[in-house]
């Protein structure tokens, strides 16, 4: 008897998930949560959220969802997605895993830790969407930050091939462009990325601190405000951030003084010069801006 392939869009409707969960509805949850009930009315949504006012937020902006008290009363869920602070993660990972049969997927800057944690739980999904924004909280972020963002699995060894297909579509199906890679070269990768231009901007920023302040207003330029953007954002999510990918972190902090200090060196005459090291760098920083302007 041969066998029968499905479309893809009927397997999708086969396998999607009747109703989600999601446990924080900061800046990223809210968002995610506004983007299922948007491309996805038939599919119920249940949250969690701690913090009265975004709940209040979230809940005037999207009546549809559901509210929950705990984690592990998102026991009836397909799918759950994790948006809490990075340090919550694993317990509430462990909360909604003893509650059900749910695919937990977290949402998380930083997946080495966390995916080592939870490799004796096949139904966790690494995951991040690489997007958001600098302030905390509910629809602080432009109103479509996730549409068409890419969202980077990182499945470890104990995940059925069957439940990372399934968590692939639904995000597909949401308009995400899906990648997959494991978690040590996720946190390499990003540590470059994204979290040494925060850590960057934050150093830059308490140079800054040091100057007179009513001279810094005055002659602070669209420079100063592009590079010390990244430091008014969430410094307790960032420094649990940076602090749970220290070591890949250190390791493109270590590239980066090596640079200044090829730069420092250029300043008194040793080796090459200073618009030699400019030129490959303005090449890259053009092919990045024109990328993402595609």
């Given amino acids: 008897m041969a066998c029968k392939t499905v479309p893809r869009s009927e397997r999708d409707l086969m396998d999607a998930p009747g109703k989600i969960g999601i446990v924080g509805t900061g800046l990223v949850g809210a968002a995610f949560a506004a983007l299922v009930t948007g491309r996805k009315p038939g599919i119920g949504v249940e949250a969690v959220e701690p ?135 996720h946190d390499e990768l990003m540590a470059r990325t994204s979290h040494l231009p925060h850590l960057l901007s934050y150093a830059y920023a308490n140079v800054l601190s040091r100057m007179d302040p009513d001279e810094l207003q005055v002659f602070s330029s669209r420079s100063t405000q592009t590079l010390t953007r990244h430091a008014a954002g969430n410094t307790r999510m960032w420094g649990e951030i940076l602090q749970q990918n220290a070591e890949p972190v250190s390791a ?32 890259i920083a053009a092919t990045l801006n024109r990328s993402n302007e595609e």
């Fill in 51 to 185: 913090q009265g006012p975004y709940r209040q937020a979230v809940a005037a902006q999207l009546p549809r969802v559901a509210w929950r008290h705990r984690a592990a009363d998102l026991a009836g869920c397909d799918m759950v997605f994790l948006c809490a602070p990075p340090g919550a993660l694993s317990k509430i990972a462990r909360e909604v895993l003893d509650a059900g049969d749910a695919l937990v997927v977290d949402m998380g800057s930083v997946k080495g830790q966390l995916v080592e944690g939870l490799a004796d739980a096949p139904r966790f999904i690494g995951g991040h969407p690489l997007a958001g924004g600098n302030r905390a909280g509910p629809f602080r972020a432009a109103p479509d930050v996730l549409v068409a963002a890419r969202f980077v699995l990182t499945p470890h060894a104990g995940n059925a091939e069957a439940d990372i297909e399934r968590v692939e579509r639904f995000l597909a199906s949401l308009g995400f462009s899906v990648v997959r890679t494991d978690a040590q070269a």
């Fill in 252 to 283: 493109a902090l270590d590239d980066l003084i090596a640079e200044l200090m090829t730069l420092r060196n250029a300043f008194a005459g040793q080796g090459t010069s200073v618009a030699t090291r400019l030129d490959p760098a303005a090449a």
